[in-house]
């Protein structure tokens, strides 16, 4: 027995045809279109909520999940997102298949491509593999998560967790702490919260961030007690632990000691102050498990949730457009 | 007996620094003579009369940093295409660099690399030898027996040689015999696994960068061992304004240093790579834009004295790879001309002052019979339009590797005609 979600309609009322045909990067979006998909998602998320998620907008297409590197999180998410949508999921894991054996990334795409496929999410360990197999497939591709570029379906999520958190974006104040230098969440985060009118700050030792950081109309801050004062928001980004151990900062004891982030440096945030990371955590070296747990600061097990929403929005939007074409 | 009358050309013959109207007549492989708003008086039986409409008749070029995939990478280039490439660009004369598989590390390859140049006679080719034996900055490669065999220069090319004691003794060994060494200035610590300009667009795009003062760390080491060992050093392309500072310096303090650049870094900054454009990215990588002006004009100041194509054939397979897996390079042997007299049109440089960088100033330096309109010197000559617009279509490009950045560019100045010793080895 199926039953439609109840505000069903709702919702759909809020689909839009996305004007462009891949999802890149943060910088490609304008105001208009976030505020769109951002709608979009915020009607998804009520609709995940009810027993019966199960919808048909994306029935009969076909949704590749194509992840180069490995990622529980973000590959469920979109799985699950085109699941609920109605489309046919297929994960392609290239450790397994012949890109190991020596076949170029675009003759990979150029095959996939041949299969049909109407969305293709990528992640890659390369900035601009997205850009690069986007120009050679007929498809929709999305970026999920290239190199040290961008993750721009992760800077959409955190953007529907901070409206739904303080009901707006704009003029709230919000550090990003950390490595930025390797972050693809930091630059598509920068780029997408700095459009909607919030104010960012970057604060992390200066080994761990990019060279003319300067020029990113941010406040850049080396002391973190300094850089979350006041701040609405401190999103957390994840440290490669390999970047450690003498290379980029001496130890895991002395990072967490300047830049992990606990009750007492959390004080100098606002009251009201809610704590974000994009997973998976490194408890202990940029968190304190007592902060990530306490529910009432954290928004990390709510960037998840509205991580599927957010990619349902993103792929309907898409489809959309596809839709049109025809 | 054959001849060959090039009449209404402007001769642009740097090394006497005559730009003007002229004729020019070849015989025997040889310039036979050159008349200055002249006419060239009774020409030989058969002689075949070409009016060149003011088009303008220069000395071959001649291009010193070049690779081919020959030996072994043959389907990358090979002498034979890439002789093909320079005759098409105007360029009659080139030196190959030694990071060939084998190494050009020892006598018999620079041996082969000759006697294959000999076979196809299209253009001159010249080999320059490793400085390390494989190119591997560790032991020194045989420097003597190389120059013996026709060698004229040595350089790790791309690979800086780490070890400054090996450079030490590669200054002061091949200083002996008169060999010149060539080396890329790049601290390998800093520049390890980048492939972009450290700054705000490589900051931006996610890509792992190299500081500019990379160039400089290392050239001021160089400079320090070339005014201890009393050498003489070819600076392997510079390409930031850092560097140029340290340059000018130690020519200041008399150090026989000469200092190349290459045309794609005369032409292009950071910006042009664009949405990860592959074909831009190099090795220097390019820089930003204020270093290019400053390149630029120590090129009309004359610190840097010698342009090269730093041509360098990557096929599409490993090309069209993501950013930081593709190969650096780009080809360059047919868009050096065309690309260098931007700068004439532009009027950044003086025509004869750009067509030095390429002809006289390379040739004397490594000794070569090249570079100047003389009587009885060989005919390498080139006839070009300076005025015909081009446009660059990688695709149609001579060389067996298509990337070059200069695809879908509009440039000006065709080459009409080039002749190696006499020989018409293109003609438009």
């Known amino acids: 027995m199926t039953t439609t979600p109840s505000g069903l309609n709702e919702v759909l009322q809020r689909t839009f045809s996305f004007p462009k045909r891949h999802f890149l990067s943060a910088t490609d979006l304008n105001e208009v279109e976030v505020a769109n998909l951002l709608d979009l998602a915020d009607g998804f998320v009520s609709l995940n909520r009810q027993t019966s998620k199960k919808l048909d907008l994306l029935k009969g297409r076909t949704l590749m999940n194509l992840f180069f590197e490995n990622s529980t999180r973000t590959q469920s998410s979109f799985e699950l997102a085109g699941k609920r ?67 721009p379906t992760q800077a959409l999520l955190d953007a529907l967790s901070m409206r739904r958190a303080f009901g707006r974006i704009a003029g709230l104040k919000v550090a990003i702490c950390g490595d930025v230098l390797h972050s693809r969440v930091a630059r598509s985060n920068v780029a997408l919260l700095q459009m909607l009118g919030a104010e960012v700050r970057l604060v992390g030792p200066p080994t761990l961030m990019p060279a003319a950081v300067d020029r990113w109309n941010a406040a850049v801050h080396h002391d973190m007690r300094k850089g979350i004062l006041g701040c609405d928001v401190v999103m957390m980004l994840r440290l490669q632990l390999e970047r450690m151990d003498g290379v980029m900062a001496p130890s895991h004891r002395e990072y967490f000691r300047f830049f992990g982030l606990d009750r007492e440096k959390l004080a100098f945030a606002a009251d009201h102050v809610r704590v974000m990371h994009p997973g998976p955590m490194n408890r202990g070296v940029e968190i304190d498990s007592d902060v990530a747990d306490d529910l009432s600061v954290s928004l990390i097990q709510d960037q998840v949730e509205m991580g599927v929403a957010t990619r349902m929005a993103v792929l309907t939007s898409l489809a959309a457009r596809l839709d049109n074409g025809r | 007996m054959s001849a060959t009358a090039f009449t209404n050309v402007r001769l642009v013959d740097p090394a006497t620094g005559y730009d003007g109207p002229g004729a020019l007549l070849v015989e025997d492989g040889v310039i036979a003579n050159v008349a200055r708003r002249a006419v060239l008086g009774k020409l030989p039986k058969g002689c075949e009369t070409i009016d060149g409409r003011g088009a303008m008749l220069a000395p071959g070029l001649v291009d010193i940093r070049v690779k081919t995939g020959e030996p072994g990478a043959e389907t990358k280039e090979t002498l034979k295409s890439a002789g093909l490439a320079a005759a098409k660009g105007g360029v009659t ?336």
């Open chain 2, 93 to 428: 004369s080139i030196v190959v660099q030694p990071d060939t598989d084998p190494v050009i590390d020892e006598a018999s390859v620079v041996d082969f690399i000759l006697r294959r140049a000999r076979d196809i006679q299209l253009v001159h080719v010249y080999p320059a030898g490793a400085a390390t034996k494989g190119a591997l900055g560790q032991r020194m490669a045989e420097i003597g027996l190389m120059a013996e065999a026709g060698c004229r220069y040595v350089t790790d090319a791309d690979r800086p040689i780490v070890d400054s004691k090996v450079m030490r003794r590669v200054l002061a060994y091949a200083a002996s015999f008169g060999v010149l060494v060539a080396h890329r200035p790049a601290d390998p610590w800093l520049s390890a696994g980048a492939c972009a300009s450290e700054g705000e667009f490589a900051g931006r795009m996610g890509l792992p960068a190299v500081p500019a003062i990379a160039e400089k760390i290392m050239l001021e080491r160089d400079l320090a061992l070339v005014e201890l060992t009393g050498a003489r050093l070819l600076v392997d392309q510079v390409t930031t304004a850092a560097a140029l500072e340290s340059l000018r310096r130690g020519r200041d303090r008399g150090l026989k240093v000469t200092a190349t650049t290459s045309i794609n870094h005369l032409s292009f900054n950071e910006l042009d790579i664009g949405d990860y454009r592959t074909f831009c990215k190099l090795d220097p990588p390019l820089r930003s834009e204020d270093d290019r002006q400053a390149v630029i004009e120590a090129v009309a100041t004359g610190l840097i004295e010698i342009v090269v194509s730093a041509h360098a054939p990557a096929p599409a397979e490993d090309k069209r790879l993501p950013y930081d897996e593709a190969a650096p390079g780009a080809v360059g042997l047919e868009t050096l001309l065309p690309a260098l007299l931007t700068l004439h049109h532009e009027g950044r440089i003086p025509l004869i002052d750009l067509i030095r960088t390429v002809t006289c100033a390379p040739a004397d330096l490594l000794g070569l019979p090249a570079g100047r309109l003389a009587k009885g010197a060989p005919a390498d000559l080139v006839l070009c339009d300076l005025n015909a617009p081009i446009l660059i279509d990688a695709d149609h490009l001579t060389s067996k590797s298509k990337n070059s950045p200069f695809d879908g560019r509009r440039l000006q100045g065709k080459v009409l005609m080039t002749l190696v010793d006499g020989r018409t080895v293109y003609r438009a």
């Open chain 1, 85 to 151: 949508l109605g489309a046919d999921v297929v994960n392609m894991s290239p450790r397994s298949s012949s890109i190991s054996k020596g076949e170029t990334l675009i003759d990979t795409a150029v095959t996939l491509n041949a299969m049909q496929p109407d969305l293709l999410v990528v992640r890659h360990g390369s900035s601009g593999a997205a850009s690069l197999l986007a120009q050679k497939v007929s498809c929709s591709l999305i970026n999920a998560g290239d190199g040290q570029h961008e993750h």
